[in-house]
């Protein structure tokens, strides 16, 4: 995974900051700062108004109010009537389904990108462009004859053609097979070092977008929920909104108790049971809140817990019995029902003969997880959250 | 039987080249005047969403079930020397609108909206919309956009809407008959000449101009069919 770039200075004149909002048609309430070379993925469910606010980047739709500045330019303010076309923007745009025009060759659809240089310079920059991707011996064959992956190179070129100011990838592997995407990937993670210009990928795919960017940023119903790096945004979501985008597992609702004095830890009330998690949080007693735990954070015991022979001393203790046991390569994944089978916690184990024995489902047993590691998030607008 | 009689006729003529090339001329005249209008409208019915496109795009199909009679009649009396259009014809250029071939035109213009503009429309319809934004995006101008991108793609509904409009002028009767009346030379089509012919009892003749529009007919169809196959791999 890639580290986070500081923020830098100078990243509001050579990066991309925008804040687009509307209530309607399309509901918008976003905010996005891409620094120059920095990796950005936009992730969220279908219907999130990820691919709205690309297209609002690249000057394809027009919402109410809002303000997009890139590399010291403003592309768009909407209090000042500022709201220049995709044309003059700087924009490269990899289209979900590429977009490549059919009835030209690959470097005939580069080509069309290099409006900028003399018409004499097009075809060779043209096929410069698709040698840099792999594509060199492919320059005059259509569109129609090229393979998923080769069609995405292709749009990537066109992209880059015009030499923009900031690169946009709408769903760019959404189309392709487990192995041309797993391929293509690496191949974005090598061109995006030899890129110094901000760039946002598109995806609905959290392995996709922890693998390749930065920082990505939530989105859901148009409003951008968080931002900050993959492994922040999925240990610790700012909301259940956020964990619930980002498909957390162990996933709970419950209710604060109180906060306990020494150690300061929060209490929850969830299933009967109380749950402690560490720190004095700012939540009143009798809020309404989600909490969630690792799946890595959590610890099996023979046995039904203290009373019997779980472990002694610890705390957050949940009796139970196994679910399921799913063994899969390198590793083996369990489900834990708790208490009256009503929530399952899911937790990874080492495989067969490389650890403890598997228990069996059925099994009685018990799990307990540190206070460290229980977050704890507001549960403000449960019910409106999507459906996946 | 009146076939049999018009079969077996005594008065062989040969065909007449003057009504044949005159409805050559109506065809060219409509498809050149129609093809530009086809595009603009197609394009935009096509390409845009605004109020009342379902109320237009009914409007240009209604030729195709109107009776030509129908459409015939109300033209005549559109154009006819009382209307105001006929009237400012008339003072413009001296002579009626009705039974004149700049009537027939006209008239033709009408009758052939929807054969110049439905196949230009799908051609259009047919371009995702990924692929006009794609052209802007990479810095291609709205114009620029149109002429290299989307024109080409369309193309072949626009030989198809030319092939279409030519061939229905080319033996478009009721329409032709209400308004220009069959004069020869002037208003009378090859369409109008088969019909006299046949009223005449002059079977060979009659079948001679007859099979010559089946002919042209079929090439059109066929160019049709042939453009359309290309329009659906296009898409695809």
Partial sequence: ?388 | MVFCSLANGPAETPVDWTAFILSLELAGATAMVLLPFGVIAGRALAARDFAGKGVVQALLALPLVLPPSVLGYYLLVAFGAASPLGKVWQALFGHALVFSFSGLVLASLIVNLPFAVQPIERGFAAIAPEIREAAWVSGLSRWAGFLRIELPLAWPGILAAFALTFAHTMGEFGVVLMVGGGIPGETRTVAIAIYDRAQALDGGGAGRMSLLLLAFALAALGLVQMLGGRIGRRDG
């Avoid at chain 1, 560490?278 to 959590?298: N, S």
């Fill in chain 1, 1 to 388: 995974m890639a580290e986070a770039p500081e923020p830098a200075a100078g990243r509001a004149t050579m990066g991309l900051a925008a804040w687009l909002a509307q209530a309607g048609p399309i509901p918008l309430d976003a905010r996005l700062e891409v620094a120059a070379g920095e990796l950005h993925a936009l992730i969220g469910p279908s219907g999130s108004g990820k691919t709205t606010l690309l297209r609002a980047l690249a000057g394809l739709y027009r919402p109410r109010a809002g303000t997009i500045t890139c590399a010291g330019e403003t592309w768009f303010d909407a209090a000042r009537g500022c709201d220049l076309s995709p044309q003059r923007r700087r924009v490269g745009l990899v289209f979900q389904h590429y977009a490549l025009f059919p009835h030209l060759s690959a470097a005939d659809n580069v080509a069309a990108a290099l409006g900028h240089l003399p018409r004499q310079a097009r075809g060779a920059e043209a096929r410069a462009l698709l040698a840099q991707l792999g594509l060199a011996d492919l320059a005059e064959r259509l569109p129609a004859t090229l393979s998923g992956g080769e069609r995405q190179r292709v749009a990537v070129a066109r992209a880059l053609a015009r030499n923009p100011a900031l690169l946009l990838l709408d769903e760019p592997f959404a189309a392709l097979d487990a192995r041309t995407r797993r391929h293509l990937r690496q191949e974005l993670a090598a061109l995006r070092r030899r890129l110094s210009i901000p760039i946002v990928l598109v995806t609905h795919d959290l392995e996709e977008a922890a693998a390749l960017a930065d920082r990505m940023t939530v989105l859901e119903r148009g409003r951008t929920l968080q931002t900050g790096t993959p492994a922040a945004i999925m240990t610790r979501p700012a909301s259940h909104a956020v964990a619930r985008v980002v498909d957390l597992q162990n996933l709970f609702e419950g209710e604060t108790l109180g906060v306990s004095e020494t150690p300061p830890e929060t209490l929850i009330s969830w299933h009967g049971e109380t749950i402690r998690a560490a720190g004095a949080l700012p939540f009143p007693p009798g809020t309404a809140i989600a909490w969630t735990v690792p799946p890595a954070a959590i610890t099996l015991h023979a046995g039904p817990g203290p009373d019997g022979a779980g472990p002694k001393g610890a705390i957050n203790v949940i009796a139970g019995r196994i679910g399921e046991v799913a063994v899969l390569p390198g590793i083996a994944r369990i489900v834990f029902l708790a208490g009256d089978g009503a929530a399952a916690f899911v937790f990874p184990r080492p495989p067969p003969g490389a650890g403890p024995p598997l228990p069996r489902p059925g099994e009685v047993a018990s799990i307990a997880f540190a206070p460290e590691a229980v977050h704890v998030m507001p549960l403000i607008g449960r019910l409106e959250t999507i459906a996946v």
